[in-house]
């Protein structure tokens, strides 16, 4: 099992800035493909991003496209997410799960990850 555990969230102004973090132990996390997810208030989870092990490839939703960064760290097994220009719609409580079956799959769907971390609240006011 790998234990996941997010920060950097916070209260942010539209057209700001906000980097998360997500530290992973346990399990060798930095061996398998990883991404984030959000929630708003009322609404399901949905996808933001998906990173392979190594890196090099990345997938993001359409609503973050060009304004999100997904990267990772391996030798700190920590995958960020670098948010700019962020919009009031973006509020939510953003999750990062690893993906424990799967090196290079950049899965979009919430089924196919096997470890979630707490979360981590991100406010963005207009």
């Known amino acids: 099992q790998v234990q996941l555990v997010e920060s950097g969230g916070g209260l942010v102004q539209a057209g700001g800035s906000l980097r998360l973090s997500c530290a992973a132990s346990g399990r060798t996390a930095s061996n398998y493909a990883m991404g984030w997810f959000r929630q708003a208030p009322g609404k399901e989870r949905e996808f933001v991003a998906a990173i392979s092990w190594s890196g090099e490839n990345t997938v993001y939703a359409d609503s973050v496209k060009g304004r999100f960064t997904i990267s990772r760290d391996n030798a700190k097994v920590t995958i960020y997410l670098q948010m700019n220009s962020l919009k009031p719609e973006d509020t939510a409580v953003y999750y990062c799960?690893?993906?424990?079956?799967?090196?290079?799959?950049?899965?979009?769907?919430?089924?196919?990850?096997?470890?979630w971390g707490q979360g981590t609240q991100v406010t963005v006011s207009s």
């Open positions: 799960a690893v993906d424990s079956a799967h090196r290079f799959r950049l899965a979009v769907l919430t089924d196919e990850y096997s470890d």
